[in-house]
């Protein structure tokens, strides 16, 4: 089990990034936009660098719904393959099967 700081961390960082993604969105738009001005873009670029660093959606960690662990996530369940092997074993996850020979 993930330390529940590291999980809290990374659910304020989602909650801050959704928040934030209009406003970055636009800025980032304006900075790479050829035609606009060199002092117009360098000035989106300054309000760019003047927002939060955890409001980028890129600082935000695919996380195991169920153990949070942060490492060997598949996005197509949501788990850590941990949970994926224990899962599949039981049954639990329609149409996976854990293979023997």
Do not use: H
């Amino acid at each position: 089990m993930a330390k529940t700081s590291s999980v809290f961390k990374n659910l304020k960082r989602a909650k801050m990034a959704e928040k934030f993604a209009n406003r970055r969105q636009k800025l980032k738009n304006i900075v790479m936009d050829k035609n606009a001005s060199p002092e117009e873009r360098f000035q989106a670029t300054l309000k760019l660098a003047e927002l939060p660093r955890n409001s980028a959606k890129i600082r935000f960690r695919n996380r195991c719904k169920v153990t949070g662990r942060s490492r060997s996530y598949y996005r197509k369940f949501g788990v850590s393959r941990v949970e994926l092997r224990d899962m599949a074993s039981f049954g639990e996850i329609p149409g996976l099967v854990k293979s023997s020979w």
